[in-house]
């Protein structure tokens, strides 16, 4: 079968598209015959060896994808051949990736794909919405009527973020790099955008939510506290889950005199349990349409080198085109 595999760590071209031999699902395991898969953050840090994890060889890149079962290993209790399904969380943690026309997947990290839902958009939303979910719910308790400032808005992570805020009644202020980038978070529901290359966040922040934001979401990989202290309001929760080198100046007193609390989180780590939870009210708000996968660029998967650039000019460099998702379809 086809495949994006590195047998070493380096720049996107160590990425070969090639053939390799088709997986066997195991014990609990499916075989989904992929019909698009995303690129994430993390699949660029995993190819340059910025984070090192125990890898398969040859290691398939990639942590999301959407197609449907063809087999199933012994055990398998709630997938069937033909059934739509999409995963995500593969790729990490010594398990194989799912940039390929055949991967084999536990079953307790692959969920129903909604019939409405194409394979590009449940591919695109995998990681970046179970990420916004467990942030917004499990971590920050968002509740109706608070208000939230996202970092970061059009990014796959902030669009998600973006959306389900809004399906929770929450206000929500959002930032973006350029203004056909701050159109789209508009679009996605964000009450204000700020165009933080034109505009002053805390100015903009200050004069929409006077009384602070009650969650400040930052997606930036130099997280920047003394804004967020400033701007959230008390007992204010701010997300961190990006910038693994970053090391920034916090100011202590203002923040626990204001009783902030800080929520660091990776969702690779979250157990299968929490993820489904979080997968059924994605797929629930999928199927209704009020949630949209934000696909910003769709390539065949032989141009995975090229996506892979592209997302580390948009996540690194914060240059570049890219507002939202990459997918590569293998169709
Ligand atoms: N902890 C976790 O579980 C987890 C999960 C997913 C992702 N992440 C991490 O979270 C970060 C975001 O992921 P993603 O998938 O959303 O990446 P992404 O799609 O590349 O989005 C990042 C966004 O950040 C914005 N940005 C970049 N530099 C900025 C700056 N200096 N000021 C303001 N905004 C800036 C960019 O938007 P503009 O172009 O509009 O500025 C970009 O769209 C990555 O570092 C990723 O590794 C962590």
Aim: hydrophobic letters at 45%; glycine letters at 10%.
């Amino acid at each position: 079968m086809k495949a994006a595999f590195i047998e070493q760590t380096g720049a996107p071209d160590v990425i070969v598209v090639g053939d390799i031999p088709d997986p066997v699902p195991g014990p609990g395991e499916v075989l989904i015959q992929v019909h698009a898969v995303a690129v994430n953050p993390i699949d660029t840090y995993v190819r340059s060896g910025a984070i090192v994890f125990e890898t398969p060889q040859p290691y398939i890149l990639g942590c999301d994808a959407a197609g449907v079962v063809v087999a199933i290993g012994d055990g398998v209790h709630h997938c069937h051949v033909g059934d739509r399904v999409w995963c995500t969380n593969q790729g990490l943690l010594g398990r194989q990736g799912t940039f390929a026309e055949k991967i084999a997947v536990a079953e307790e990290w692959c969920f129903p794909l909604p019939d409405a839902v194409s394979y590009a958009d449940g591919a695109a939303a995998g990681l970046v919405a179970v990420t916004a979910h467990l942030g917004l719910f499990r971590e920050a308790r968002l509740q109706a009527g608070e208000t939230i400032l996202v970092i970061g808005g059009s990014g796959g992570v902030g669009s998600m973020v973006v959306q389900m805020a809004k399906l929770a009644g929450a206000t929500v202020i959002a930032t973006a790099g350029s203004e056909a980038k701050c159109q789209r978070v508009r679009e996605l529901g964000a009450d204000v955008v700020i165009n933080y290359n034109d505009e002053s966040i805390e100015e903009v922040v200050r004069e929409s939510a006077p009384k602070g934001v009650n969650v400040f979401w930052e997606t930036r990989r130099e997280p920047d506290f003394d804004l967020a202290v400033e701007l959230m309001a008390g007992r204010g929760r701010m997300i961190l889950m990006a910038g693994r080198d970053a090391r920034p100046v916090f100011p202590v007193g203002p923040f626990y005199v204001k009783e902030c609390s800080l929520h660091g989180f990776v969702m690779f780590k979250a157990t299968p349990v929490e993820m489904r939870s979080a997968a059924d009210d994605i797929n629930h708000w999928l199927a209704k349409g009020t949630l949209r996968a934000n696909v910003s660029i769709t390539l065949p998967l032989d141009q995975v080198a090229e996506a892979h650039r592209m997302q580390e000019a948009s996540t690194l460099e914060s240059s570049g085109e890219l507002a939202g998702k990459i997918v590569l379809t293998l169709e």
